[in-house]
């Protein structure tokens, strides 16, 4: 093992044993080259006042070197901002911008321990980096039963974890912590457990209530005095988007420091939350005991970063880190928060009113870009298709009864015609199925 990676672990074992525990074996071995081009090069920077041959790029004038067809588009923003390679952790402006936010908006985590996030090529970065350094082969990775597909490609297919769900919903219409309570305490023989939360909840749109919220701590701090080591990845890709009574906070606050055996790693980004899909900016933040623990996290986080994508792109992080120091900014997002609330309840309204009762139900939703139909009489994968060739209308089918409407992308007066077409589908369908 390499010198570098052998210290990074006796840190995080002195600091706490029952972290080093959780990484898996690719997670042991990462560590941040100290010696090597980019930290010669990060010397050199400061020091080289009369030539730096360190970096590989060019400059031109005392400017990165840039073609003037490009900067005429981006001529708002100086080119070192935008040319120049992003250190692998991240535009430290803008990591220290949205730190401020995440303690702005999260009020539970004033007190907390949380490392600087480190910035990511978007959420599913951020998640990949996470199933790198604490997931290997079959440890357990629970999620619910409704959720991004994607985290079956990142932690099984990737990493050879083993996917255990349980059922979303109780009986009442509310989360199941109950189910994820016995999810993670079926894992004590293991000891370990990767748990997944994704609120809003992608497919459903939904998030837990406060009461919901301390009872899915309560399950994994029993889990933890049961003595299983927990990582608990909250996904809050949709974070801010709360149109109703639900928990307004991500639960990273209060897991923050809720046990010696639960680790808490918040993913989130620019993406959904500033409306910049395309841009491909996030973070993960970890929570901690101590700084040296945070600080080992971070190596080796920047580690798989460098041995990956080697670092974000720069434009990207500048477009943000100016939108986040904008005077407009809180205004210009309460704007589209605004006519993203008047969708889902929009949504909500219409399937409410009884006019499509006999053929679908609906999950419990109050955030988010989603809802799912639970439909009644027909096949989930055969209105899909048949709405897409018949009336030109994308949905998403999932399993045999579901399916997800993204109201994010349809203006609001357009959502009674989306549902009506809908609708006729199912009926087209019903028809078609008794010949009449």
């Known amino acids: 093992m390499n010198p570098l990676a052998k210290q990074l672990n006796e840190t995080l074992e002195r600091e706490n044993r029952y972290v080093y ?11 941040f080259p100290k010696e090597g081009i980019l930290s010669q090069s990060a010397e050199a920077k400061s020091k080289a006042k009369t030539f730096n041959a360190t970096i590989g790029i060019a400059l031109e004038g005392g400017q990165p070197m840039h073609l003037k067809v490009i900067q005429d588009t981006l001529s708002a923003y100086a080119p070192k901002d935008i040319y120049e390679y992003a250190p692998p952790a991240g535009k430290p402006e803008l990591r220290s911008a949205w730190k401020r936010k995440m303690l702005e908006e999260n009020p539970d985590l004033n007190n907390k321990l949380i490392g600087n996030p480190l910035v990511t090529n978007a959420l599913t970065h951020g998640l990949s980096i996470a199933a790198d350094l604490f997931a290997d082969v079959g440890d357990s990775v629970i999620y619910p039963d409704k959720n991004w597909e994607n985290y079956e490609l990142t932690f099984e297919i990737r990493r050879g974890a083993r996917i255990v769900n349980y059922p979303l919903y109780n009986e009442q219409g509310t989360f199941n912590a109950e189910g994820l309570r016995e999810a993670i305490l079926a894992q004590k023989s293991k000891g370990k457990a990767i748990v997944v939360l994704n609120f809003p909840n992608n497919p459903t749109g939904y998030t837990p209530g406060a009461q919901e919220g301390k009872e899915i701590v309560a399950a994994i701090k029993e889990a933890a005095d049961a003595g299983i080591n927990v990582v608990v990845i909250t996904d809050d890709a949709y974070f801010g988007l709360f149109f109703e009574d639900s928990l307004q906070e991500s ?3 209060q897991l923050a420091d809720l ?3 639960v680790l808490a790693v918040k993913v989130d980004g620019a993406t959904k939350e500033e409306y910049v899909w395309g841009f491909r900016v996030g973070f993960i933040t970890y929570a901690g005991q101590s700084e040296a623990l945070l600080s080992v996290l971070e190596q080796k986080t920047m580690g798989i970063i460098r041995a990956t994508i080697s670092s974000g792109p720069h434009p990207s992080q500048t477009f943000v880190l100016h939108a986040l120091n904008s005077p ?10 605004e006519i993203m609330k008047g969708r889902a309840n929009r949504t909500k309204e219409l399937l409410d009113s009884g006019k499509f009762d006999d053929v679908w139900g609906y999950y419990p939703f109050n955030s988010g870009y989603f809802m799912c139909l639970k439909l009644k009489t027909v096949d989930a994968e055969a209105l899909r298709v048949h709405l897409l060739d018949q009336y030109g209308v994308g949905t998403i089918a999932l399993g045999t009864t579901d399916l997800r409407v993204a109201f994010s992308c349809i203006e609001e007066v357009n959502l009674e015609e989306l549902f009506n077409l809908i ?6 369908l019903e028809a078609a199925a008794t010949g009449k």
């Open 21 to 31: 525990e959780m990484l898996s074996q690719l997670g042991k071995s990462i560590y």
């Open 251 to 253: 639960l990273f606050g």
């Open 259 to 261: 046990h010696p055996r």
């Open 328 to 337: 407009e900014f809180k205004v210009q997002k309460q704007e589209k928060y």
């Open 423 to 428: 609708y006729q589908g199912v009926k087209d």
